[in-house]
């Protein structure tokens, strides 16, 4: 029996899906963040752990599927720290990015906010973001602890200050009648995520643009380190920080401003958190997908445009370089 055309011959550490076009990313991406990886039992992650040893040493049994090792490969990147080897925590895994961090984006954007929970909410959700952060990082070379902080508490004070300051802004604001300054309210939490994003963005990472990042040849043979590479994929993170935040902090006040005038939830204003709720999840689920696959997770850059002493040590024209998540 033929297997599906879904399941390219399987490679080894390489992604199922090609990631020269935004739809394969995308699907590369939608397979990462599924959420059914973290139901997997431990034997079942053994399973798939041992079943790619078989495949690496050329011990596979008869009649293993492309299927079943694309499967197990999901399971095990899905899981295990690819540097470390250990064991995601379930919370800050990408599979958990969603499910864990919807009931934050549902705070987040709770009407009639208090000046605490106001404080509360963008401080719980850096706090997440600075986990997930930390659990998927690049962990080839060692880095100071004292570098997250540094990242987490900029995050945290960007992120309040922000809210609270444009929250105060609102409220002073005299020419808003008092439905128009809720309805303003509710698109506060996006500007104040998305600066506290590049602010931990930049902060986390700004060794790599005094050091520079490793650009790769054709031939994946490290070239140098450049630092013209590391402000592009600083930049082009940067970005991914702000567009992802965009759907799930702007769509839903848009969404429930005209769900809350209907007869159904005027009726029934218990029903309006839960419809909240949902809205959140589906919003995160398109954004989180969508924002990760603008930019290759590996770019490449042309030589020429980098330092001098890089475009003289490759006979490449173009060279490829990590951008992070």
């Not at 106001?118 to 973001?129: A, D, E, G, I, K």
């Not at 590479?229 to 993170?237: C, G, I, R, W, Y």
């Amino acid at each position: 029996m033929a297997e599906p055309a879904d399941y390219p011959p399987f490679q080894l550490g390489k992604p199922r899906f090609e990631q020269t076009s935004f739809y394969g990313r995308f699907r590369h991406f939608l397979d990462i963040i599924d959420p059914r990886t973290l139901f997997v039992t431990e034997s079942r992650l053994k399973e798939a752990v041992q079943l790619l040893e078989d495949y690496k040493h050329g011990t596979l049994p008869p009649g293993v599927t492309n299927k079943e090792l694309w499967g197990a490969q999901k399971i095990k990147q899905a899981i295990i720290h690819p540097d470390t080897n250990e064991t995601i925590f379930m919370p800050f895994r990408m599979s958990g990015y969603i499910p864990f961090g919807t009931p934050i984006v549902v705070g987040l954007l709770l009407p009639n906010q208090t000046l605490a929970s106001t404080v509360f909410w963008q401080w719980l959700n850096q706090s997440h973001n600075a986990c997930v952060n930390y659990a998927n990082r690049n962990a080839t070379k060692p880095s100071p602890t004292s570098k997250f902080i540094q990242g987490y508490l900029g995050a945290v004070i960007s992120a309040v200050s922000i809210a609270v300051g444009l929250n105060v802004l609102i409220q002073r604001a005299n020419k808003f009648t008092p439905a128009t300054r809720l309805l303003i309210q509710r698109f506060v939490p996006f500007p104040a995520v998305a600066s506290a994003n590049i602010c931990n963005v930049v902060l986390m990472r700004h060794t790599e643009l005094e050091e520079g990042i490793d650009v790769l040849d054709n031939n994946g043979n490290i070239v140098g380190a450049s630092r013209i590479a590391a402000k592009h994929a600083l930049l082009e993170t940067a970005l991914t920080r702000v567009v992802l935040p965009m759907p799930i902090l702007v769509l839903p006040p848009i969404i429930m401003s005209v769900l809350e005038k209907t007869s159904l939830l005027r009726s029934r204003p218990r029903m309006i958190l839960p419809v909240q709720s949902l809205v959140c999840l589906a919003a995160f689920g398109l954004a989180l997908p969508l924002a990760i696959s603008l930019f290759p997770q590996m770019s490449e850059i042309e030589t020429s445009r980098l330092e001098p002493e890089i475009a003289v040590a490759t006979t490449s024209k173009t060279v490829i370089y990590n951008k992070g998540l």
